[in-house]
């Protein structure tokens, strides 16, 4: 059910395009999430042309090019800098349409409580946000995905509640697979709450025992999550080795 994709946030931040094609064909990842900001460059300044080129050299790879990672965020305490946000997640999702991408991933990023803002208010803001660019995704078939993110945002009672508020179809999650996800010693409570919404997926160091890999396994195969799991690791001295061996392992816990 599951395919292997990658986060280039941390260990292809330094790679273009045709690198990160190279290296993950040849070790089994089918996918990739490209984060702004790195040398790939693939943001909204980018023109038409080069939009076409991006598509195509994807298009005419075994690698998909499945969502675009940005840093827009809705949590701000200033009402022009929720706005740029919103008009920025905008162009996000139009250079995601352009480029063949599905999903463009966005996050909470903390609350403002030491500002005096109720936890309600800013969860609030971020749904209406979301809903704002959901309706505007829904134009260019995009989806938007809510990373699990962000001190206090990241807990799964709130995500739950700014996808309510949401309320949108182009709105899901994408779990992060955090720490905090864990409840003596399971992550099923957590899973519960926001599973209805999961459209995507970030997984870490799969030999890290501390975090529960198989039973978020099985609890998305229970779901009937079928799309990508993408590794947000970081960076290597011998890339193509960690890469090989990730797959390897992916492929061995998810069977």
Request: glycine content about 6%; proline content about 3%; aromatic content about 10%.
């Amino acid at each position: 059910m599951f395919k292997l994709g990658l986060v280039t946030y941390n260990l292809a931040k330094d790679w273009d395009i045709p690198t990160i094609i190279k290296m993950c064909s040849e070790t089994g990842f089918e996918a990739v999430e490209l984060r702004t900001t790195h040398a790939h460059g693939v943001e909204p300044s980018i023109s038409k042309k080069q939009r076409s080129a991006v598509r195509r050299i994807f298009e005419d790879s075994p690698v998909r090019l499945l969502s675009l990672g940005t840093t827009c965020e809705y949590h701000a305490v200033e009402k022009e800098e929720v706005n740029r946000n919103i008009e920025l997640t905008k162009e996000f999702i139009e250079l995601a349409y352009d480029v063949g991408a599905i999903g463009v991933k966005v996050r909470p990023n903390g609350l403002q409580v030491d500002k005096g803002i109720p936890v309600e208010h800013t969860l609030r803001q971020i749904g209406d946000s979301l809903r704002k660019c959901g309706e505007y995704a829904e134009n260019y078939g995009v989806e938007i995905w809510l990373e699990v993110h962000g001190k206090g945002t990241s807990n799964l009672r709130y995500i739950r509640k700014i996808m309510e508020i949401a309320d949108h179809e182009n709105v899901g999650v994408c779990w992060n697979s955090n720490m905090t996800d864990i409840v003596n010693g399971s992550i099923k409570e957590s899973f519960n709450l926001v599973k209805d919404w999961i459209r995507s997926v970030h997984i870490r160091e799969l030999c890290d025992e501390e975090y529960p890999w198989h039973e978020l396994f099985d609890l998305l195969k229970a779901s009937g999550y079928d799309r990508y799991c993408l590794a947000e690791i970081p960076e290597s001295k011998e890339p193509k080795r960690l890469m090989k061996y990730y797959s390897a392992l992916f492929r061995e816990m998810t069977k």
